[in-house]
């Protein structure tokens, strides 16, 4: 049984949005932190959001004013939505969760494609 599954990615033209959508089993008793991470081509993984227990977020320089990460009500599903797409956005997104108690729970990850 997958712990945390992503939907959504695609392809989309340069300054087009997209929406992805995170959903953790919940067999993960605590989210700590629920958020994307990003791989490009030849590229390391980098965060992109991140939703924290307290209600704060956290964004990458690269996607701020453009990326806007929320739950809903404290539920066990995250979305990002990305408007404003650039070319160097391409890569697959990859949700996490991290339970606070040193575990850390991967989806497998979802392709976003930006280009015309």
């Known amino acids: 049984q997958e712990q945390v599954v992503e939907f959504g990615g695609g392809l989309v033209q340069p300054g087009g949005s997209l929406r992805l959508s995170c959903a953790a089993s919940r067999s993960i008793p605590t989210i700590y932190a629920i958020g994307w991470h990003r791989q490009g081509l030849g590229k390391q993984r980098e965060l992109v959001a991140v939703f924290n227990i307290d209600g704060t977020t956290n964004y990458s320089d690269s996607v701020k004013g453009r990326f806007t990460i929320s739950r809903q009500n404290y539920e066990q599903t995250v979305s990002l939505q990305m408007n404003s797409l650039k070319p160097e956005d391409t890569a697959v997104y990859y949700c996490?969760?991290?339970?606070?108690?040193?575990?850390?729970?991967w989806g497998q990850g979802t392709q976003v494609t930006v280009s015309s």
């Open positions: 996490y969760v991290d339970d606070g108690r040193g575990n850390v729970y």
